[in-house]
C-alpha cells in the first residue's frame, strides 16, 4: 500500500457548496507530474485564505488541494533538471487552483515549475518569505528597472502589515529607501519602523474617493490593495514615479483619473507572480536571499502546525494577520 498523509482538501456538491476538510491521502490521489516533492514548509498567503474560505472563486477544480506554494525535497523525478535530494521552491503556476496544491505532505507537480531552494536558505526561511515575500520582491525589481531609486525620494507601501508589505518594507529599507508604511493597524507602527518604515501613515488617508491629483508624496508605491488606496498612491506619485500593483484586498476596481499618467508621466506597473517567467523567478529568489535581512524575516514571520491552517485562513482574509505565517509540516 501507498504511504498516506494528511491533506486540505476542498470540495464542492451539486449546489456548489464548498467545504473544507482534512482528510488523510495517499500518492496514488495527486495529480499528473514528472516531480514529487516531500513539502517540508508551506505557508498561508492571502489568496490561500480566499480559496479556503470561498471569498474568492480562486479554486476553479475540484475537489481540489489548496495552498499556493511549498519548499521541500525532490522524492522521485523524471524531468532532465531535477534528482532525489534536490531542495526546491515552487510558487504559484496554477498550484492550489488547478492543480493540486501545497497543503499536504507531498506534491506532484511539473518541474518546469520548480526553482532551486537559494544556498544557505533553509525550506522554513523560504516559506516565511513564500508567494507574499517572493511578489513583494517582483515589486521592488520593476521599481528599479523604472528607475525609482533611493535617490528619486520616498516610497510608498499600502497594507504595511501584510505578508507583501511587511516583506516589501523590509527590502525596501535594507536598500536604502525612505519608506512610509500605510497601514490599518495603527498599533503596528514599532513592528513597521523595525522593518525599516521611516514614517506610518494611517489607510483612512488613501482609502477614501481619489481627487485626479493629489500632492506629490512619494516617487513610487508597493500596491497590495486596489481600488480607492491605489488610485490615491498614483494621484499622490510624483512627476516620473511609477507604482508597483500586485494586490486586491480592498478591490479589483480602480476608481482613478487618467491624469497621473498623462499630466505627470506616472507608470503603473503590474505584477503577476503566478504565471512569472522563471529567469524573473530565479533573480526575484536571488534578490530574497541577499536583500532581506534574516532577522527581520525571523520577526515578521509566526510558525504554526498544519492542523491551523484553516483557523488562518479564515483570520488572514478578516486582516488580523500581521505578516507571514509559515506552516512547518
Same mark, same amino acid.
Given at each position: 500500500?501507498?504511504?498516506?498523509?494528511?491533506?486540505?482538501?476542498?470540495?464542492?456538491?451539486?449546489?456548489?457548496?464548498?467545504?473544507?476538510?482534512?482528510?488523510?491521502?495517499?500518492?496514488?490521489?495527486?495529480?499528473?507530474?514528472?516531480?514529487?516533492?516531500?513539502?517540508?514548509?508551506?505557508?498561508?498567503?492571502? &489568496?490561500?485564505?480566499?480559496?479556503?474560505?470561498?471569498?474568492?472563486?480562486?479554486?476553479?477544480?475540484?475537489?481540489?488541494?489548496?495552498?499556493?506554494?511549498?519548499?521541500?525535497?525532490?522524492?522521485?523525478?523524471?524531468?532532465?533538471?531535477? &534528482?532525489?535530494?534536490?531542495?526546491?521552491?515552487?510558487?504559484? %503556476?496554477?498550484? #492550489?487552483?488547478?492543480?493540486?496544491? =501545497?497543503?499536504?505532505?507531498?506534491?506532484?507537480?511539473?518541474?518546469? %515549475?520548480?526553482?532551486?531552494?537559494?544556498?544557505?536558505?533553509?525550506?522554513?526561511?523560504?516559506?516565511?518569505?513564500?508567494?507574499?515575500?517572493?511578489?513583494?520582491?517582483?515589486?521592488?525589481?520593476?521599481?528599479?528597472?523604472? $528607475?525609482?531609486?533611493?535617490?528619486?525620494?520616498?516610497?510608498?507601501?499600502?497594507?504595511?502589515?501584510?505578508?507583501?508589505?511587511?516583506?516589501?518594507?523590509?527590502?525596501?529599507?535594507?536598500? $536604502?529607501?525612505?519608506?512610509?508604511?500605510?497601514?490599518?493597524?495603527?498599533?503596528?507602527?514599532?513592528?513597521?519602523?523595525?522593518? #525599516?518604515? /521611516?514614517?506610518?501613515?494611517?489607510?483612512?488617508?488613501?482609502? #477614501?474617493? /481619489?481627487?485626479?491629483?493629489?500632492?506629490?508624496?512619494?516617487?513610487?508605491?508597493?500596491?497590495?490593495?486596489?481600488?480607492?488606496?491605489? =488610485?490615491?498612491?498614483?494621484?499622490?506619485? /510624483?512627476? $516620473?514615479?511609477?507604482?508597483?500593483?500586485?494586490?486586491?484586498?480592498?478591490?479589483?476596481?480602480?476608481?482613478?483619473?487618467?491624469?497621473?499618467?498623462?499630466?505627470?508621466?506616472?507608470?503603473?506597473?503590474?505584477?503577476?507572480?503566478?504565471?512569472?517567467? &522563471?529567469?524573473?523567478?530565479?533573480?526575484?529568489?536571488?534578490?530574497? /536571499?541577499?536583500?532581506?535581512?534574516?532577522?527581520?524575516?525571523?520577526?515578521?514571520?509566526?510558525?504554526?502546525?498544519?492542523?491551523?491552517?484553516?483557523?488562518?485562513?479564515?483570520?488572514?482574509?478578516?486582516?488580523?494577520?500581521? #505578516?507571514?505565517?509559515?506552516?512547518?509540516?
Amino acid at each position: 500500500m501507498p504511504d498516506r498523509f494528511k491533506a486540505v482538501l476542498i470540495s464542492r456538491d451539486e449546489d456548489k457548496k464548498q467545504s473544507v476538510d482534512i482528510v488523510t491521502l495517499s500518492e496514488d490521489d495527486l495529480m499528473e507530474g514528472d516531480v514529487t516533492v516531500r513539502v517540508e514548509a508551506t505557508t498561508v498567503n492571502y &489568496k490561500d485564505g480566499l480559496a479556503i474560505t470561498g471569498k474568492a472563486p480562486v479554486v476553479r477544480r475540484f475537489p481540489l488541494i489548496p495552498g499556493i506554494d511549498f519548499a521541500g525535497t525532490v522524492l522521485r523525478s523524471s524531468h532532465d533538471d531535477w &534528482k532525489e535530494g534536490d531542495a526546491v521552491v515552487l510558487n504559484g %503556476w496554477g498550484v #492550489g487552483e488547478t492543480h493540486h496544491g =501545497a497543503y499536504a505532505e507531498r506534491a506532484r507537480v511539473s518541474g518546469d %515549475w520548480l526553482v532551486p531552494l537559494p544556498e544557505g536558505m533553509s525550506a522554513h526561511e523560504a516559506m516565511a518569505i513564500g508567494t507574499a515575500g517572493y511578489t513583494a520582491m517582483l515589486c521592488v525589481m520593476a521599481l528599479e528597472r523604472h $528607475g525609482i531609486d533611493p535617490d528619486r525620494g520616498p516610497v510608498v507601501v499600502t497594507g504595511a502589515a501584510g505578508g507583501v508589505g511587511s516583506v516589501a518594507v523590509a527590502v525596501l529599507g535594507k536598500l $536604502g529607501y525612505e519608506v512610509i508604511a500605510s497601514t490599518g493597524r495603527p498599533h503596528e507602527a514599532g513592528y513597521l519602523k523595525d522593518l #525599516g518604515a /521611516a514614517e506610518i501613515i494611517d489607510r483612512d488617508e488613501l482609502s #477614501g474617493p /481619489a481627487k485626479s491629483l493629489g500632492r506629490e508624496r512619494w516617487a513610487g508605491g508597493v500596491d497590495a490593495v486596489g481600488s480607492h488606496t491605489l =488610485a490615491n498612491v498614483l494621484s499622490m506619485t /510624483a512627476y $516620473g514615479g511609477a507604482v508597483a500593483a500586485c494586490g486586491l484586498a480592498q478591490g479589483m476596481d480602480l476608481p482613478g483619473s487618467v491624469a497621473p499618467f498623462i499630466l505627470r508621466g506616472v507608470s503603473l506597473l503590474g505584477i503577476d507572480s503566478v504565471m512569472a517567467p &522563471k529567469a524573473l523567478r530565479l533573480e526575484a529568489w536571488r534578490r530574497l /536571499a541577499t536583500d532581506l535581512d534574516r532577522d527581520k524575516l525571523a520577526a515578521l514571520s509566526t510558525t504554526m502546525p498544519f492542523d491551523a491552517i484553516l483557523n488562518a485562513a479564515n483570520d488572514i482574509v478578516a486582516g488580523k494577520v500581521r #505578516g507571514r505565517l509559515v506552516v512547518e509540516m
